[in-house]
Nanobody, 121 residues
Framework: QVHLVESGGGLVQPGGSLRLSCTAS????????MKWYRQVPGKQRELVAT???????YYVDFATGRFTIYRNNAETTMYLQMNSLNLEDTAVYYC???????????????WGQGTQVTVSS
């Protein structure tokens, strides 16, 4: 079994920064693609950034130039560095990862519990 635990959310002023963390634990053979999503109450969950198994990073328009997705292999932790935050960035942020628990098996998708990011002056 695999679990993802997020942290790093909080309250920041416009223009501020936060670094979100998501740590995977359990039976892990390999971590493939990783993604960060966010969701505002009453709205659909939306993609923020993607980190492929090959190390390529992709960002949606609102994140480009402000957010950075990366991974720490030794700690089985992935991060989302968020700079120049604005009011529209307020949301619950979720990590998602495709993980193989055993060699020779297909990967499964896992979700973190979410962490609240609030941008307010």
């Amino acid at each position: 079994q695999v679990h993802l635990v997020e942290s790093g959310g909080g309250l920041v002023q416009p223009g501020g920064s936060l670094r979100l963390s998501c740590t995977a634990s359990g039976t892990i053979f390999a971590i493939d693609s990783m993604k960060w999503y966010r969701q505002v109450p009453g709205k659909q969950r939306e993609l923020v950034a993607t980190l492929t198994g090959g190390g390529s990073a992709y960002y949606v328009d609102f994140a480009t130039g402000r957010f950075t997705i990366y991974r720490n292999n030794a700690e089985t932790t992935m991060y989302l560095q968020m700079n120049s935050l604005n009011l529209e960035d307020t949301a619950v942020y979720y990590c998602n990862a495709d993980i193989k628990s055993r060699p020779g098996t297909i990967s499964s998708a896992y979700w973190g519990q979410g962490t609240q990011v609030t941008v307010s002056s």
